[in-house]
C-alpha cells in the first residue's frame, strides 16, 4: 500500500498542515489497525480512502493519532490532492461520504475549493477561567459549535497565546459538550493579505497545536461574516514556524473553502491491514 504527506492550505512545501493519506481500498480495514497506523505516522490526521463504483466518489475516514474524528478540512483536501495530482483522476468534482454526510472537492484554477457545511455557531458568556487558560489574554467574545472560539483584541494577542491546555480541554468540554479543543481568533493588523488572523489548539483531539484547521473555518466564517459584512474572507492560521492560508466563501448553510495543497513525501507502506 502506498502513502503520501500532503501540506495542506500551503503555497509551498513545509507551510500549511500535514496530512497522510493511504491509497484507496475496495473495504475499510479494522479500525484498530487505522488507528495504530495515525498514532504511528504522528500527524494532525491520517485519511483513508474507500474506492467504489463511481471512479470520482469515495468513502473518507479521518484519524488523529489518539482518537477517529468527524471532521476534517485538511485532510480532505490532502486527499482530493492526492487522487486527482498523484493518481491522476481525471473528474471535475470529487465526492466524499464522510460521517458529516457528503462533502465535494473541486479545482478552481490553482486551488482546492471544499464544499464543508457551515456550523451553528451561538454567542455564549465567557467561561470562567479562559482567559487565564490562554495566558492572560483578555477574551472579548465566546462562540461555541463543535468547539470554542474565543475572540481576542487584535493579531497581537493571538500570537501571544500561552494555552494551558490541560484547563483549555475542560473549560471547552464544559461549554460545548464536544472533544475539548480552543481557537483563539481576532481582525488582522492593517495591511495584512488576509482580514482574519487565528490559531488553533486541540487537546480533545490528541493535538496541541493545529497549523491548519478547515473545521475551524466552518465556525470562524458565520462568525466574522456578520462581523465584517462580506461572505468571501481570507484567513490566516499562525501556527508558530508553518502557518496555513484559506480563503472561505459563505452560502447559507454551507461553507466554500479554497486553499493550496504540496505533496512532501510518497512511500510505500510495509504493512497490511
Known amino acids: 500500500m502506498r502513502q503520501w504527506t500532503v501540506d495542506a492550505f500551503a503555497s509551498e512545501p513545509f507551510r500549511g498542515n500535514p496530512a497522510c493519506v493511504v491509497e484507496p481500498v475496495r473495504a475499510w480495514p479494522a479500525d484498530a489497525w487505522m488507528q495504530k497506523l495515525a498514532a504511528e505516522n504522528n500527524q494532525a490526521e491520517t485519511a483513508y480512502l474507500l474506492a467504489g463504483d463511481d471512479p470520482a466518489r469515495f468513502g473518507l475516514r479521518w484519524f488523529t493519532p489518539t482518537t477517529e474524528v468527524p471532521l476534517c478540512g485538511h485532510a480532505t483536501l490532502a486527499s482530493a490532492h492526492v487522487l486527482l495530482a498523484e493518481l491522476g483522476l481525471g473528474a471535475p ?16 484554477g490553482g486551488l482546492y475549493e ?19 487558560a490562554l495566558g492572560g489574554l483578555e477574551v472579548l467574545e465566546a462562540w461555541a459549535a463543535q468547539m470554542l472560539v474565543a475572540v481576542v483584541r487584535d493579531e497581537a494577542a493571538v500570537r501571544a497565546a500561552r494555552p494551558d491546555l490541560a484547563a483549555l480541554n475542560a473549560i471547552s468540554i464544559e461549554a460545548t ?18 482580514q482574519v488572523v487565528s490559531r488553533f489548539f486541540a487537546p480533545g483531539s490528541g493535538i496541541p497545536e493545529d497549523p491548519a484547521t478547515g473545521s475551524l473555518h466552518c465556525m470562524l466564517s458565520p462568525i466574522y461574516a456578520a462581523k465584517l459584512g462580506s461572505s468571501v474572507l481570507k484567513f490566516h492560521q499562525a501556527y508558530p514556524g508553518r502557518g496555513g492560508d484559506l480563503e472561505c466563501e459563505l452560502k447559507g448553510e454551507r461553507v466554500l473553502l ?16
Open 177 to 194: 459538550m464536544g472533544r475539548g479543543n480552543v481557537a483563539v481568533a481576532a481582525l488582522a493588523d492593517a495591511g495584512r493579505p488576509y
Open 93 to 108: 468534482l470529487v465526492t466524499f461520504d464522510t460521517q458529516s454526510g457528503p462533502l465535494t472537492v473541486r479545482r478552481a
Open 114 to 132: 471544499m464544499d464543508f457545511p457551515a456550523a451553528q455557531v451561538r454567542q455564549v458568556e465567557v467561561p470562567t477561567g479562559l482567559s487565564e
Open 258 to 273: 479554497r486553499g493550496q495543497a504540496q505533496t512532501v513525501l510518497a512511500g510505500e507502506l510495509r504493512v497490511a491491514p
